[in-house]
Nanobody, 127 residues
Framework: QVQLVESGGGLVQAGGSLRLSCAASGRTFSIYAMGWFRQAPGKEREFVAAISWIGANTYYIDSVKGRFTISRDNAKNTVDLQMNSLKPEDTAVYYC????????????????????WGQGTQVTVSS
């Protein structure tokens, strides 16, 4: 059974930084794309960023390009999201996701909910 455990959320002022981390277990980690999604109060969950199974390709929503960076360490079974220049509109619960299908591309994760999910971690950005 796949397990995803997020950490690193918290409260930060606008312009600040946070680093989210996700630890994966339960299967061969390295052949699956990984990603981050978020859900703000009263809104639907949305895709944020994804990284391909070998880390060669990444994909971001436009609103975080240049501010967020996704990375993975297949030796440690972890995927991180470095978030810089945070804005109040980044406030949300952030969820780690692992594609159910092997060799999924980073871009395709943006258009699919066919993932395993972590429990979420709260990120709050104050103005």
């Amino acid at each position: 059974q796949v397990q995803l455990v997020e950490s690193g959320g918290g409260l930060v002022q606008a312009g600040g930084s946070l680093r989210l981390s996700c630890a994966a277990s339960g299967r061969t980690f390295s052949i699956y794309a990984m990603g981050w999604f978020r859900q703000a109060p009263g809104k639907e969950r949305e895709f944020v960023a994804a990284i391909s199974w070998i880390g060669a390709n990444t994909y971001y929503i436009d609103s975080v390009k240049g501010r967020f960076t996704i990375s993975r360490d297949n030796a440690k079974n972890t995927v991180d999201l470095q978030m810089n220049s945070l804005k109040p509109e980044d406030t949300a619960v952030y969820y780690c996701a692992a594609a159910r299908v092997p060799l999924t591309t980073a871009q395709s994760m943006a258009m699919s909910d066919n993932n395993y999910w972590g429990q979420g971690t709260q990120v709050t950005v104050s103005s």
